[in-house]
């Protein structure tokens, strides 16, 4: 059973930073491109940022980068995402997503397991 659980989302103030922690089960993480998503209410779910199989190659969405970073550690079946200097349109539910394709999309389609979701809240 296939299973992607988030953790790490909460309410914190402008410039400030939070971490969120994902971790797989029922599957091989080290075989898939992993990423997270965001999706902000009565918006669509957009792409934040991804890494590869490997670990080496990372991409970001330009709202994100220099801010973001995306990481993961296949030993222990968790990917994580490092967000620094967060302001109010971070807001959303951040979701952790796992693509066995191995080719970084930043589309939702090609992604074949998802996680619930964290809330992440950015005050001023």
């Known amino acids: 059973q296939v299973q992607l659980v988030e953790s790490g989302g909460g309410l914190v103030q402008v410039g400030g930073s939070l971490r969120l922690s994902c971790v797989a089960s029922?599957?091989?993480?080290?075989?898939?491109?992993m990423a997270w998503f965001r999706q902000a209410p009565g918006k669509e779910r957009e792409f934040v940022a991804a890494?590869?199989?490997?670990?080496?190659?990372?991409y970001y969405a330009d709202s994100v980068k220099g801010r973001f970073t995306i990481s993961r550690d296949n030993a222990k079946n968790m990917v994580y995402l490092q967000m620094n200097n967060l302001k109010p349109e971070d807001t959303a539910v951040y979701y952790c997503?796992?693509?066995?394709?191995?080719?970084?999309?930043?589309?939702?389609?090609?992604?074949?397991?998802w996680g619930q979701g964290t809330q992440v809240t950015v005050s001023s």
């Open positions: 890494i590869g199989w490997s670990g080496f190659m990372t």
């Open positions: 997503a796992a693509d066995l394709t191995r080719i970084i999309a930043t589309t939702t389609q090609p992604y074949d397991y």
């Open positions: 029922g599957l091989t993480l080290e075989s898939y491109v």
